[in-house]
């Protein structure tokens, strides 16, 4: 299953059932997308007991109708590039952020306009530019989304590895896919985080193993304590006191301060990444728009203080909202219309107590969490004329103060 934690072992009514990885098959020619074509089917959702629907169309978006290249008259298009955040892993189609954004925009519009959402799996931000090079344009949509996940995308991908950028003689660069043996991507498994991350050892670490142990015990087995788990770090054998700077899930180099020269290496390749999917989505006379997903960390301070607890980390070395600010300063320098959740997402956990992640420490968003961002991208596009060309223009949300001690 490689990143990605199956609970299908957990119940043998779950073992009928496919689960995200089975409906996966990265293919760079694909013009839907890395989903497999002409699925409908059920798959294991957040719960084993409960599974969720899938259905993709005979391109592989998750869609459930078929798409032209020209778009019908009095039609908005809206391509929608990304990770499982965005085509929707365990979650069901009638819920996956793209079909509520269409919805959302159909009812809101005041015009009565039409709404077409394009979901387009393509695993990290380096395979969504080569996509939109290659496929996406040819869908002539009016807006990309590109949704970023903090967890994994700026240090799980295979820009420079898998696809390698190539400058053109009119002075463009482009991405060309390298040997196929390395198109799964690279990540910098062996960057541990450094001594000064973590807190002196102490005669109480014995117990709070005990204490983290039951929490994700009670978390595993009864539903009503499934958000007690800490956030997942995996699949890297991060222990406390010996912490990975690039799991799959959270990433926690990215928020050590100061910026280690490694993780500064994935923040530039991030932004060389950026710069790329703009200069693609401007070729197509398309509009951009980035989506920045929140680390659940970020979000709630309980889920922060179990990771804190888990693996002696001292706070005072972590700013967990500064990848938001850099890569909101490098867009709003760089001509790149950026939405950041993470305000809105902190405020819902703060003031409404609502639970936005699946269970088990899992690092996607639950339906709450997937109507939540629906709601926020079409709030978003609400305020921009879809058939304009050169928004030129980023959303910036007042910067939260950061967590330190």
Partial sequence: MGPYLSHRAASTAA?????????VQYDLQREGGHLVPNLDTLMLGARADQPVRIVTNSKGFRNAIEFDYEVPKGVRRILFVGDSYVDGMRTDQERTIGYLLEQRLARDDPDGKTYQVLIAGNKNPANSWYYLQEHGRKLNPHIV?????????LTWHNYKAGLIPEKTSDGETILSPADPAQRAG???????LPDEAYTPPSVFDGLSDIFIQIQRALAS??????QLAPPIMAPLPSTRRKVYTADFSVSLGLFF???????????????????????????????????????????????WGRLVSAYSLDESRFDLDYPNRRILAFCEGHDIFCLDLLTRFKAAWRDDQATLYQP?????????????AAEEIA???????IDAVGIG???RRPSPASRKS
């Fill in 221 to 226: 087995s009864l539903d009503v304590f499934s």
């Fill in 145 to 153: 989304i590109l949704g970023v996940t903090l967890g994994n995308d």
């Fill in 393 to 395: 223009r980023v959303i």
């Fill in 15 to 23: 073992a009928q059932y496919i689960d995200y990885p089975d409906v």
């Fill in 379 to 385: 709030r978003c596009l609400g305020e921009v004329n």
């Fill in 186 to 192: 690279r990540n910098r498994d062996s960057l541990l």
């Fill in 360 to 372: 088990r420490g899992d690092m996607h968003f639950n339906d709450e969490g997937q109507r939540l």
């Fill in 257 to 303: 301060t100061p910026v280690l020269s490694e993780v500064e290496d994935m923040y530039e390749e991030f932004e060389e990444i950026l710069l790329g999917v703009r200069d693609v989505v401007k070729r197509s006379e398309a509009e951009l728009l980035v989506v920045l997903f929140p680390v659940r960390m970020q979000v709630s301070e309980d889920d």
